[in-house]
T-cell receptor
Framework: DVKVTQSSRYLVKRTGEKVFLECVQDMDHENMFWYRQDPGLGLRLIYFSYDVKMKEKGDIPEGYSVSREKKERFSLILESASTNQTSMYLC????????????FGAGTRLSVL | EDQVTQSPEALRLQEGESSSLNCSYTVSGLRGLFWYRQDPGKGPEFLFTLYSAGEEKEKERLKATLTKKESFLHITAPKPEDSATYLCAVLLIQGAQKLVFGQGTRLTINP
């Protein structure tokens, strides 16, 4: 079974803090994704990566950056957390972009106070 | 603009009462359509992928079908453990190979 592990289930941070969300997958998948999920808005793609050190902006990249130094690990960085970044953050991975069957982690619920 | 719409937003059924969830899409070019199940506080779990109109996939009490404009998730004789939010997503032919998600249908099965 594919396993996508997010380092924290719940996180509380203060406005202005730099926040790191970590995601690790154990299936040697090429592609990794970061989404946020908000009530009424569904899942929205923040960034994705199709190879080590490669990244592409998704639909809502503003206020976020990412890092992929190793194939199995994809980090989402909130440079200066703001209250409107309070959300559920979901990481996913897929073997290839042609079929793009994405497997998700359990999510990190982030609250920015 | 590429759009995915799911209906209804919420559906409450009695155990054993069959029904269908709808996912309609307006996209520039469809490579595939995905169904996911999401339980409260968890990430989405992959159920099915459909690639062409007329295709059907089945898993236990669930059957997914695809036409040129929409997909249905049929639930036959559901049980309380089928309660979850069901998400539909489309994979576009063009544009970064990303999934565009609908907002989901929250399904509740009462015993």
């Amino acid at each position: 079974d594919v396993k996508v592990t997010q380092s924290s289930r719940y996180l509380v941070k203060r406005t202005g803090e730099k926040v790191f969300l970590e995601c690790v997958q154990d299936m040697d998948h090429e592609n990794m994704f970061w989404y946020r999920q908000d009530p009424g808005l569904g899942l929205r793609l923040i960034y994705f990566s199709y190879d080590v050190k490669m990244k592409e902006k998704g639909d809502i990249p503003e206020g976020y950056s990412v890092s992929r130094e190793k194939k199995e690990r994809f980090s989402l960085i909130l440079e200066s957390a703001s209250t409107n970044q309070t959300s559920m953050y979901l990481c996913a991975s897929s073997f290839d972009l042609r079929s793009n069957i994405q497997y998700f982690g359990a999510g990190t619920r982030l609250s920015v106070l | 603009e590429d759009q995915v719409t799911q209906s209804p937003e919420a559906l409450r059924l009695q155990e054993g009462e069959s029904s269908s969830l709808n996912c309609s899409y307006t996209v520039s070019g469809l490579r595939g359509l995905f169904w996911y199940r999401q339980d409260p506080g968890k990430g989405p779990e992959f159920l099915f992928t459909l690639y062409s109109a007329g295709e059907e996939k089945e898993k236990e009490r669930l059957k997914a079908t695809l036409t040129k404009k929409e997909s249905f998730l049929h639930i036959t004789a559901p049980k309380p453990e089928d309660s979850a939010t069901y998400l539909c997503a489309v994979l576009l032919i063009q544009g970064a190979q990303k999934l565009v998600f609908g907002q989901g249908t929250r399904l509740t099965i009462n015993p």
